[in-house]
């Protein structure tokens, strides 16, 4: 399926609109979502609402102003398992520009995001937990983030309750000069250790600004096996606020082009 707009709709469509049933189950696959300029654009290019569990796969989503996939399933619980895989994210505006590759804001218990592309975007992976999820879980494996604006994988308590239970990053790749590579924080400032049991591991770091790898939340990290490359001088790898991780463990990484790796 091709969908391409030739009028500007980047305040208010979303190409493709799922709302179903009681844990619903629908697969998106091969699929070209395509705003044609940076001046024609669409609002979202998948948008999942009302307790669908999708499968979104090997789909070519180019030039979103908001969202590239939007998972807002609000009642779901842990039921539920979301998988986004081989996509490629991409927009003709240059960042930062306001839009966010994919946004998972509520609801699945699960959700595995493996072997996409995202380019370009204020924001790659942005996870908003909420109180309607006492725990969710995230696989995050074998992705390329280039060039995002913010952060590519962004874990952002806005409200209070919700939890992230667990957070595995994994054999991923990162292009990113000035945006953060994993950034944990908690808005509210009312329970810093809501995302829990982070492992950080296996992947490649190249960064023009400092620390990729930002904690201003979090409880029990693991950073391991991973490679650091700093391509300016005077930057640090890993940086801590003063309310988290609560404990952790920085195993054996590889750390190039810097003298002070973490900042604490």
């Known amino acids: 399926i091709g969908i391409t707009t030739t009028v500007d709709k980047s305040g208010n469509t979303a190409a493709i609109y799922l709302a179903g049933p009681l844990a619903g189950r629908d697969m998106i696959d091969n699929c070209r979502i395509y705003g044609s300029s940076a001046t024609v654009r669409l609002s979202i290019g998948v948008w999942c609402a009302s307790d669908v569990i999708p499968t979104i796969r090997s789909n070519y989503i180019l030039s979103c102003s908001s969202y590239g996939v939007l998972l807002q399933n609000s009642t779901a619980g842990a039921g539920g ?13 240059a960042s930062p520009n306001g839009a ?97 049991y982070i492992n950080i591991t296996g992947n490649a770091h190249s960064f023009t600004a400092t620390g990729p790898i930002q904690f201003a939340g979090g409880y029990m990290a693991n950073i391991d096996g991973n490679i650091f490359e700093a391509m300016a001088v005077g930057l640090n790898a890993i940086g801590f606020s003063a309310t988290a991780p609560g404990t952790g463990t920085i195993g054996t990484n590889v750390f190039a082009g810097m003298t002070t790796p973490y900042a604490l």
């Not at 998988?83 to 927009?91: A, P, Q, R, S």
Request: aromatic residues 8%; glycine residues 10%; contains cysteine.
């Open 81 to 93: 398992e979301a998988v986004i895989m081989g996509n490629t994210f991409n927009t003709a505006v």
């Open 100 to 196: 966010s590759a994919l946004t998972y804001t509520s609801g699945l218990g699960v959700v595995r995001i493996i072997g996409n592309t995202f380019q370009t975007y204020d924001i790659g992976v942005d996870i908003q937990p909420d109180s309607t999820v006492a725990n969710s879980s995230a696989l995050i494996s074998a992705n390329s983030f280039e060039n995002n604006n913010t952060a590519s994988i962004l874990v952002d308590r806005v409200t209070s309750g919700g939890f992230v239970n667990t957070l595995n990053v994994t054999g991923n790749n990162f292009q990113n000069p000035t945006g953060k590579h994993v950034y944990i924080r908690d808005q509210t400032g009312t329970n810093g250790a809501f995302c829990r």
